[in-house]
């Protein structure tokens, strides 16, 4: 519990004092220190920015919140085109700048949101805490990202569901063994919302500003950092299946994404995933 208070205190938009959110009330050329934890999660968020041509993009704030996903209202009415390109206008991975432990931005408008890749990270946090302890195994999860060491009590292998992508969340789709790996899945089918017929879901599109409309409807990924897995699987997510799966096999990662069809799903597999599968 001390340790996720901690992360909290360092990455959390919702409290006004964390490290972060007194980083986003900077002007520029002033500066913050911040603990070493926020500076390895903002440095892998704009690795992988740079490794998934800005799919990802951890100052995506004012397009999650023009679209009503943040803490703002849904919207009455789809953003016009000058609202999207106003909200683009206002992020910029690039205004970040690190210094040792300072933060600074060129941009006052720019807002860093962790939360495609801190919830992981706060399970990493977990996971090494009981290292310390040298058990023989482990499974730490929050809110659908998980860490698995080792075996469970009885010596059998940790087997972890991933679940169909339907609303309802009861349909098993695939039962894996992650052996010592963390996991991290990412979907379209909870948090959505529709306007005159058409289905608005709460993965956007940093590079087009528009939520994504592609049949990609679940992404799941396993890594030996949960936090590093969270982020991809967001990223590929807005990515779609073909260059997700081109993305997956030139870095060498075990994915596994479902697509909707029009008849049920269709299930792909990258080449590092085949070997968790039963």
Same mark, same amino acid.
């Given at each position: 519990?001390?340790?996720?208070?901690?992360?909290?205190?360092?990455?959390?938009?919702?409290?006004?004092?964390?490290?972060?959110?007194?980083?986003?009330?900077?002007?520029?050329?002033?500066?913050?220190?911040?603990?070493?934890?926020?500076?390895?999660?903002?440095?892998?968020?704009?690795?992988?920015?740079?490794?998934?041509?800005?799919?990802?993009?951890?100052?995506?704030?004012?397009?999650?919140?023009?679209?009503?996903?943040?803490?703002?209202?849904?919207?009455?009415?789809?953003?016009?085109?000058?609202?999207?390109?106003?909200?683009?206008?206002?992020?910029?991975?690039?205004?970040?700048?690190?210094?040792?432990?300072?933060?600074?931005?060129?941009?006052?408008?720019?807002?860093?949101?962790?939360?495609?890749?801190?919830?992981?990270?706060?399970?990493?946090?977990?996971?090494?805490?009981?290292?310390?302890?040298?058990?023989?195994?482990?499974?730490?999860?929050?809110?659908?990202?998980?860490?698995?060491?080792?075996?469970?009590?009885?010596?059998?292998?940790?087997?972890?569901?991933?679940?169909?992508?339907?609303?309802?969340?009861?349909?098993?789709?695939?039962?894996?063994?992650?052996?010592?790996?963390?996991?991290?899945?990412?979907?379209?089918?909870?948090?959505?919302? *529709?306007?005159?017929?058409?289905?608005?879901?709460? &993965?956007?599109?940093?590079?087009? %500003? /528009?939520? !994504?409309?592609?049949?990609? $409807?679940?992404?799941?990924?396993?890594?030996?950092?949960?936090?590093?897995?969270?982020?991809?699987?967001?990223?590929?997510?807005?990515?779609?299946?073909?260059?997700?799966?081109?993305?997956? *096999?030139?870095?060498?990662?075990?994915?596994?994404? &479902?697509?909707?069809?029009?008849? %049920? /799903?269709? !299930?792909?597999?990258?080449? $590092?995933?085949?070997?968790?599968?039963?």
């Amino acid at each position: 519990d001390m340790a996720l208070e901690q992360v909290n205190d360092q990455m959390s938009t919702y409290r006004p004092d964390s490290e972060l959110s007194r980083f986003n009330q900077l002007k520029p050329g002033q500066s913050q220190a911040v603990s070493a934890d926020t500076i390895t999660n903002i440095c892998e968020g704009i690795r992988l920015y740079q490794l998934t041509d800005g799919a990802l993009d951890i100052t995506l704030g004012p397009l999650v919140n023009l679209w009503g996903f943040g803490p703002d209202k849904r919207p009455l009415e789809v953003p016009s085109a000058e609202q999207i390109a106003n909200a683009k206008a206002r992020m910029g991975i690039d205004a970040i700048q690190i210094e040792g432990d300072r933060l600074s931005k060129t941009q006052s408008s720019v807002y860093v949101d962790l939360s495609s890749i801190a919830k992981g990270f706060g399970v990493d946090k977990v996971a090494r805490l009981l290292d310390k302890y040298q058990p023989k195994g482990y499974l730490v999860e929050i809110g659908g990202e998980i860490s698995v060491k080792g075996s469970k009590g009885d010596g059998k292998p940790w087997r972890v569901a991933i679940e169909q992508p339907a609303d309802n969340g009861l349909a098993v789709q695939q039962v894996i063994e992650p052996g010592t790996m963390a996991m991290a899945t990412s979907g379209d089918y909870r948090n959505y919302y *529709e306007e005159d017929g058409q289905r608005f879901t709460h &993965i956007i599109d940093p590079r087009s %500003g /528009f939520p !994504v409309e592609h049949r990609l $409807a679940s992404v799941t990924v396993l890594h030996p950092q949960c936090m590093t897995a969270d982020g991809f699987a967001t990223a590929m997510m807005v990515m779609g299946t073909e260059a997700s799966l081109a993305l997956a *096999e030139k870095e060498k990662l075990a994915i596994m994404l &479902i697509e909707k069809q029009d008849e %049920g /799903f269709k !299930v792909y597999y990258s080449s $590092a995933f085949k070997a968790f599968v039963d």
